[in-house]
C-alpha cells in the first residue's frame, strides 16, 4: 500500500516555528518509516549525496483549533504524529515527556501534526487543506 504522508502547521504561527515543526515530524517520519528515504546518490563527479524522501510530503495549513479535531479524525490511520504544545513549551526531553505523561490527550494542544496513511482516507481528512504559502 502507497503511504502518502502530510504535514498541517497551524496557521498563524510564525514562518520560523512552522519550519522547526515541521523538520520535527519529518524527523519523526524518517526514524518510523525509513522505507520512505532513497538510497545515497552520487553526484557526477563522485561525491555521495545522502539520500532524501521518496514520496511527497506536503505541508499544509489549518487554523489551529482545527489541528485536534483533524487528529482525532486521523486515528485510524496507519501514522499519526503530533506536535504538541507542551514540546514547545519544555526545556529538554525528558521535560516534554513528563509534561505529555501528565494529562490525557484530549488536554493537549497540538500546533502541527503528521498524518500518513492511503491516498483516499488522509485526502477524506485534509483534502481541502492549502499548501503552506
Same mark, same amino acid.
Given at each position: 500500500?502507497?503511504?502518502?504522508?502530510?504535514?498541517?502547521?497551524?496557521?498563524?504561527?510564525?514562518?520560523?516555528l512552522?519550519?522547526? #515543526? +515541521?523538520?520535527?515530524?519529518?524527523m519523526?517520519? %524518517?526514524?518510523?518509516? @525509513?522505507?520512505?528515504?532513497?538510497?545515497?546518490t552520487?553526484?557526477g563527479? %563522485?561525491? +555521495?549525496?545522502?539520500?532524501?524522501?521518496?514520496? $511527497?510530503l506536503?505541508?499544509? !495549513?489549518? @487554523?489551529?483549533?482545527?489541528? /485536534?479535531?483533524? #487528529?482525532?479524525?486521523a486515528?485510524a490511520?496507519?501514522?499519526?504524529?503530533?506536535?504538541?504544545?507542551?514540546? #514547545?513549551?519544555?526545556?529538554d526531553?525528558?521535560?516534554?515527556a513528563?509534561?505529555?505523561? +501528565? +494529562?490525557?490527550?484530549?488536554?493537549?494542544?497540538?500546533?502541527?501534526?503528521?498524518?500518513? %496513511? $492511503?491516498?483516499?482516507?488522509?485526502? /477524506?481528512? !485534509?483534502?481541502?487543506?492549502?499548501?503552506? /504559502?
Amino acid at each position: 500500500m502507497p503511504l502518502k504522508p502530510v504535514i498541517i502547521l497551524a496557521a498563524d504561527l510564525p514562518l520560523g516555528l512552522k519550519a522547526n #515543526f +515541521a523538520a520535527v515530524l519529518g524527523m519523526s517520519l %524518517g526514524r518510523l518509516r @525509513p522505507d520512505l528515504l532513497g538510497g545515497a546518490t552520487p553526484t557526477g563527479d %563522485g561525491i +555521495a549525496l545522502p539520500g532524501i524522501t521518496t514520496v $511527497p510530503l506536503p505541508v499544509l !495549513c489549518a @487554523p489551529l483549533q482545527d489541528l /485536534r479535531g483533524l #487528529f482525532a479524525q486521523a486515528e485510524a490511520l496507519p501514522l499519526r504524529l503530533a506536535y504538541m504544545r507542551a514540546a #514547545f513549551e519544555a526545556r529538554d526531553y525528558p521535560d516534554y515527556a513528563a509534561r505529555i505523561a +501528565a +494529562a490525557p490527550l484530549a488536554d493537549h494542544v497540538p500546533q502541527a501534526i503528521l498524518l500518513a %496513511g $492511503p491516498r483516499k482516507a488522509v485526502d /477524506r481528512i !485534509c483534502g481541502r487543506l492549502p499548501l503552506l /504559502r
